[in-house]
C-alpha cells in the first residue's frame, strides 16, 4: 500500500490536538541569544487518522498554531480492528525504535509519552507498545508513524493479491 493510499483530507474530519513537547530553543548571535520555541503536535480523530507537525515561532502559542497547521497536511488513515492493532510492527526513524503489539480488550494503551499521544489520537484503545533506543520526542513520533502505516489488515491483503478475504487465512 502506498502512502497515497492513506492521505486523507483536513477539512472532511474533525480533529482534536495534542502537543507532544514543546522546546525552548536558542540562535546565539552578536548580541547573546535570541530564544524562540519549537512545538510538536498530534492530530487525529480518534477513528483511525491521525497527523504530526512541528511549528516554529517566536511565541509558545504561534508554535502550537503552525504545528497543527503541519499536522493537518500529514493525516493519514491508519487499520484498527476491535479497538487495536491489526498484528506486532516495528518502526524506526533515527535513532528511535517502536515496537507495537496488538493486546486484548481492556488492556489500554500501555505506551510512554510520545507514543501515546500518537496512539490515542489515531483512536487504538488497546496496545502493548516499547520505545527503544532514542527518547527524542520527534524520532519517537516519527518511528510509530513508521510502525502505524506500515500495517495493513486483512481485507486490504487480500485486495492486494487479488484473492478472497477467507484464502487469506486459510493459505
Same mark, same amino acid.
Given at each position: 500500500m502506498t502512502k497515497k493510499n492513506l492521505k486523507v483530507k483536513a477539512s472532511e474530519i474533525d480533529l482534536q490536538e495534542k502537543v507532544v513537547a514543546i522546546k525552548r530553543v536558542a540562535k546565539?548571535?552578536?548580541?547573546?541569544?535570541?530564544?524562540?520555541?519549537?512545538?510538536?503536535v498530534v492530530v487525529g480523530n480518534g477513528n483511525g487518522v491521525v497527523g504530526y507537525g512541528l511549528g516554529k515561532a517566536n511565541e509558545v502559542t504561534d508554535a502550537i498554531t503552525k504545528g497543527i497547521d503541519d499536522a493537518k497536511k500529514n493525516l493519514v488513515?491508519?487499520? @484498527?480492528?476491535k479497538n487495536t492493532v491489526p498484528h506486532e510492527s516495528l518502526g524506526k526513524f533515527g535513532g528511535g525504535y517502536v515496537l507495537l503489539k496488538p493486546a486484548s480488550p481492556g488492556t489500554g494503551v500501555i505506551a510512554g509519552g510520545a507514543m501515546r499521544a500518537v496512539l490515542e489520537s489515531a483512536g487504538i484503545r488497546d496496545v502493548l507498545a516499547k520505545s527503544k533506543g532514542s527518547s527524542n520526542p520527534h524520532n519517537v513520533v516519527k518511528a510509530t508513524f513508521k510502525a502505524l502505516v506500515g500495517m495493513r489488515d486483512a481485507y486490504?491483503?487480500?485486495?492486494?493479491?487479488? @484473492?478472497?478475504?477467507?484464502?487469506?487465512?486459510?493459505?
Open positions: 546565539v548571535v552578536k548580541g547573546g541569544r535570541r530564544f524562540s520555541f519549537s512545538a510538536i488513515k491508519v487499520p @484498527i480492528i486490504t491483503v487480500a485486495q492486494h493479491r487479488g @484473492i478472497t478475504l477467507s484464502k487469506v487465512f486459510n493459505g
